[in-house]
């Protein structure tokens, strides 16, 4: 079992900046890839970016790629998701989850395991 832990949530103006933090812990080693998924209220679970355990190979959705950077720390097994020029569509509940095995980064039934998720909220 590999259990997440999400932090650093909040309420932030626009224009401003979060970083979210996934703490991972239990079985680490099978831990193929992370990833940084969202959801506003009443919309479906969105892909928001991933990054490659071994060899931190990055991938972002479009619309956040600029705006938002994954990296990881190994050492601590945590990966952060740095969010720049916030916007108020940006306002969603913030989910970390792992993957242990290769398949599509963008696709939620490819991971195994699921943090609690954060709340980030960005006022106008």
């Known amino acids: 079992q590999v259990q997440l832990v999400e932090s650093g949530g909040g309420l932030v103006q626009a224009g401003g900046s979060l970083r979210l933090s996934c703490a991972a812990s239990?079985?680490?080693?099978?831990?193929?890839?992370m990833g940084w998924f969202r959801q506003a209220p009443g919309k479906e679970r969105e892909f928001v970016a991933a990054?490659?355990?071994?060899?931190?190979?990055?991938y972002y959705t479009d619309s956040m790629k600029g705006r938002f950077t994954i990296s990881r720390d190994e050492t601590k097994n945590t990966v952060y998701l740095q969010m720049n020029s916030l916007k108020p569509e940006d306002t969603a509940v913030y989910y970390c989850a792992a993957a242990t095995y290769d398949d599509s980064v963008s696709y939620r039934g490819s991971y195994d395991y699921w943090g609690q998720g954060t709340q980030v909220t960005v006022s106008s």
């Open positions: 990054i490659r355990w071994s060899g931190g190979s990055t």
């Open positions: 239990g079985r680490t080693l099978r831990i193929y890839r």
